[in-house]
């Protein structure tokens, strides 16, 4: 997919400076050095949320399926969700692999086989869930650890009513 099919969450949105979270901090009656100390305090989940999303659009990615591009799809939601229904296509069916286990895994990494050792480290991976939400959560933990991932905008959700317009 080239860059032009990605949307990224931060778009139009200005970026909060070191200064204005350390005004806040002095404002709240708490030192910068609280504040710091809050923020390395933050778990990897949190990090995942922060960090920008890139989305692709169910329009872009049914003309990337159609030109042949090889995807891995990950869906993140609970095992109980993915086995009612997840995302299929000619090219095939995602694979299930839960986002708060990611979150776990990443946070307590003792060397053991994980979720990490499970992807393909070549090629995109697009994560993705019901809405959206929790599949752009999971597509930024990915790519803080390397990996090429982007999620499906609006979900599965937004992919089956792709379907019903087609």
């Known amino acids: 997919m080239s860059d032009q099919d990605y949307r990224t969450a931060s778009?139009?949105?200005?970026?909060?400076s070191k200064e204005s979270k350390e005004s806040k901090a002095n404002k709240e009656g708490s030192s910068v050095e609280a504040s710091e100390a809050q923020e390395q305090r933050t778990s990897i989940g949190e990090q995942a949320q922060a960090a920008e999303s890139v989305t692709v659009t169910p329009?872009?990615?049914?003309?990337?399926?159609?030109q042949g591009e090889e995807l891995f799809f990950l869906d993140v939601r609970d095992p109980d969700k993915y086995a009612a229904g997840s995302f299929t296509h000619e090219s095939g069916r995602?694979?299930?692999?839960p986002y708060a286990v990611m979150q776990e895994e990443a946070a307590a990494?003792?060397?053991a086989e994980s979720w990490e050792d499970k992807l393909p480290r070549k090629g995109r991976i697009v994560t993705v869930c019901t809405t959206g939400g929790k599949a752009g959560k999971a597509a930024a933990l990915l790519?803080?650890?390397?990996f090429d991932a982007v999620s499906?905008?609006?979900g599965l959700t937004a992919?089956?009513?792709?379907?019903?317009?087609?």
């Open 11 to 16: 778009e139009g949105r200005p970026e909060e």
């Open 94 to 97: 995602a694979v299930n692999f």
């Open 159 to 166: 992919w089956k009513a792709g379907e019903s317009e087609g």
């Open 59 to 66: 329009h872009a990615l049914r003309e990337r399926l159609a």
């Open 143 to 146: 790519r803080s650890k390397g």
């Open 152 to 154: 499906l905008e609006g």
């Open 109 to 111: 990494r003792t060397g």
